[in-house]
């Protein structure tokens, strides 16, 4: 009774816990894209420089990162050789760079809910890569159900009421470069058993971004910026509150996969999607279409399919890994059990010879 007890506490304890760091990893998550319109938005905050914004993020990251490894020694600095960092996280920098670029720069000319309705594509985008870098295998199967998301997303494109076809080109190169990025992690880190934790992440990642953005900053932006100067204020209040939201998503995405798993936070993702096009709808007034919603539908089908498969085939690997360690164990007793007979038999022998 008391074992039992304190089991379904434990259980019961670890569920609580689980759902806490999801509805953290929602919440943040969530601010970071709201906070992002907001000032990226001509009608609202009116600062339409996306570059400069990751800029901003990145730098903060970056010394937040530095501070917590080089003065509070609170995480360890992964081993990474030179040859390692040049071959490896810089070109992981350059996409992440990219990534945020593009997709930043696509809340100035789409709505939140229509950007979450083509992030819907993330799915399809690492299963292409990875079929095309010989990272996944192709099956018809999953390829079909990649094809079911497309039609969705095309779909609740066709009835978007402002449609932008740059904002859409934008958006969907963020996603294209973010799912090479997440293919080259698993080929070029995971594959070498290097794990960075997302503050190590910041600390390698984060200065390289910084150096790949300033190209296109210099060129795109630093000459608006210089002629908007006389009529901007620079909120510090704003730009830095928004900026520790951006590091502490990345905190929260370290602590949801590590407590749980990757595709639970690939599941809490699709909740955080439909909140935000909910709260787009009824807070800040974008316009969401019938046709939006039965697009955006079957694309959210087909992705809760993709996330069932991939729970299914993680669980097929578990069971797999389990049938082989049971028979090593065997095979280790049956081992054993042959020595002990054969040393048995040795000592009756000399026994009868004596």
Not at 13 to 25: E, F, H, M, N, Q
Not at 55 to 70: D, P, T, W
Not at 159 to 187: N, P, Y
Request: glycine share 6%.
């Amino acid at each position: 009774m008391g074992k039992g007890s304190a089991l379904s506490e434990g259980v019961i304890r670890k569920i609580i816990v689980s759902y806490a760091y999801v509805a953290v990893w929602i919440f943040l998550s969530f601010t970071v894209i709201v906070y992002n319109k907001y000032i990226l938005d001509r009608k609202m905050y009116d600062w339409p420089f996306p570059i400069s914004l990751t800029m901003i993020h990145m730098a903060f990251c970056s010394s937040l990162a530095f501070l917590l490894i080089r003065v509070f020694k609170i995480v360890e600095p992964a081993s990474l050789s030179r040859e390692m960092y040049l071959k490896s996280v810089v070109p992981i920098g350059a996409l992440y760079s990219l990534s945020l670029w593009f997709s930043n720069s696509a809340y100035i000319y789409l709505s939140v809910s229509f950007i979450q309705m083509l992030k819907a594509l993330m799915p399809v985008a690492v299963y292409s890569i990875g079929v095309m870098l010989k990272k996944d295998q192709f099956k018809s199967d999953t390829m079909i159900n990649m094809v079911s998301i497309s039609v969705g997303v095309a779909i609740a494109a066709y009835g978007e009421a402002k449609f932008d076809g740059f904002g859409v080109s934008l958006q969907l190169a963020a996603v294209a470069f973010e799912a090479t990025r997440l293919v080259l992690i698993q080929i070029l880190l995971t594959s070498k058993g290097i794990t960075l934790n997302p503050i190590t992440s910041l600390y390698y990642v984060a200065p390289c971004c910084l150096v790949f953005l300033s190209v296109p900053w210099f060129v795109v932006e630093l000459p608006l910026l210089k002629e908007q100067t006389s009529g901007f204020h620079f909120d510090f209040a704003i730009f830095g509150t928004n900026s520790f939201c951006a590091f502490a998503l990345n905190l929260a995405v370290f602590l949801l996969v590590g407590k749980t798993s990757a595709l639970t936070m690939n599941v809490a993702g699709v909740v955080k999607d439909w909140l935000l096009i909910a709260f787009s709808w009824s807070v800040i007034k974008d316009t969401v279409t019938p046709v939006n919603l039965i697009g955006y539908g079957m694309a959210f089908f087909g992705v809760a399919y993709y996330n069932h498969a991939k729970l299914q085939s993680l669980k097929a690997k578990d069971a797999q890994k389990k049938a082989v360690m049971l028979e090593k164990e065997e095979a280790g007793k049956l081992l054993e059990e042959g020595q002990r007979q054969n040393g048995s038999g040795r000592n009756s022998s000399e026994s009868s010879d004596d």
